[in-house]
């Protein structure tokens, strides 16, 4: 077998969750004998990766003040765009892998006819409902369907990222959108989850062949671990419930697991991970909150001491904090959100049917009368390990093209 020159472009390179998918794939292909090249838009990527950073700072800037001030997203930033694919020509890729390309770093509209006319195999990674929508990277928070017949009426624009603030263009960036990203004649569509697979063939990209390739996390990093957390925290003696996020914006449903707090025993404690200064600050006294570690091993201590991890998100794909809490034996109680419960089974936590607080509470409480296995969850977290799954992606590379293993 040959290698094979692949291109990933993205937002971000090694920062955030699609960051670090970027970089586990890339580290992948150099392990499989292929040449990878990741180009970036922001932010800096990690050292001795052989990565192109085709945004800058200003024009992202400019980019931010079209969105909100002429509410589109994406249609922005040409100079770089032409930048890129400049170095695309140069570069050559047998195979072109997208990401998000909404951040504020990318002209679309340009990227994509250069795409239709290099006809050159792509793989689009889909890690939200942005590209199919004329404006929200999530919808399912307020039940919108608009983006099935149009975006006509949006009533979110302003209250969703990427937030345009004075315009409402949503109606007409979808039809930019649908004549941009349709028509592409070599591209295959992935998704994390089976809910994203359904939502995007009633979409307008539904002209494309989709595969499912959930995500995948190290399990050398998230174990079992027992670091004495439990008695540094004073909290021996209490039932743990665990809430993990990077930014708790409205939609990971912080206010849930606040009230949750509240109707709990005395003897149970909520512990939440990734809050701002400003939520510390409110935070009520029988919650105990820290802010975002960026320490994988010190996220892993307090998943292994959580006695369950409680996911109350109320849109999303398919979270790699549920993957985590299982990977370190711990199991998982989550909203029927999304992608969300595609993680879980009977053997290794319990869906909750969305926003219903008294089923929560029950959930949580039956957990402590009758817990889950952790062998189950550990069990469950094997078919997430991150190498088979983006294994799956160089196999995919090869299938387009042309190229058998």
Partial sequence: MSG?????ISTVCGSGSVGRIVLDIYHILEKNGDTPLIAYGRRKAPQGI?????GSPADMAVHVISTFFKGEHGFASAAQTRRLIGRIRTWNPDVIHLHNLHGFVLQVELLFAYLKKAGKPVVWTLHDCWSYTGHCAFYDYTGCTGWKSGCTECEEYRRTYPYA???????????RKKEAFTGVPRLTLAV??????????QSFLKEYPIKVIPNGIDRKIFRPLDGGLRQKLGLSETFVILGVANVWER????????RLAQKLPPDYRVVLIGLSKKQLRSLPKNIMG????????????YYSMADVFVNTTLEDNFPTTNLESLACGTPVITFDTGGSPE?????????????NEDALLQAVLEERRKPKSRSAC????????REERFLEYVKLYYESAGQGE
């Fill in 251 to 258: 939609r990971k449903g912080l206010q849930y697991l606040i």
């Fill in 192 to 201: 994390p989850s089976e809910w994203l697979k359904k939502e995007a063939e």
């Fill in 4 to 8: 094979i020159k692949v291109l990933q």
């Fill in 165 to 175: 603030l004075f315009k409402n263009r949503t109606a007409r960036n979808y039809i």
């Fill in 50 to 54: 052989r990565a192109y950073r085709f």
């Fill in 290 to 301: 820290f802010t975002r570690t960026s320490s994988a091993d010190e996220l892993a201590e």
């Fill in 343 to 355: 993680s879980i089974d009977e053997s290794c936590g319990r869906i909750v049917p969305k926003g």
């Fill in 378 to 385: 550990l069990k469950r977290a094997e078919q997430y390990e």
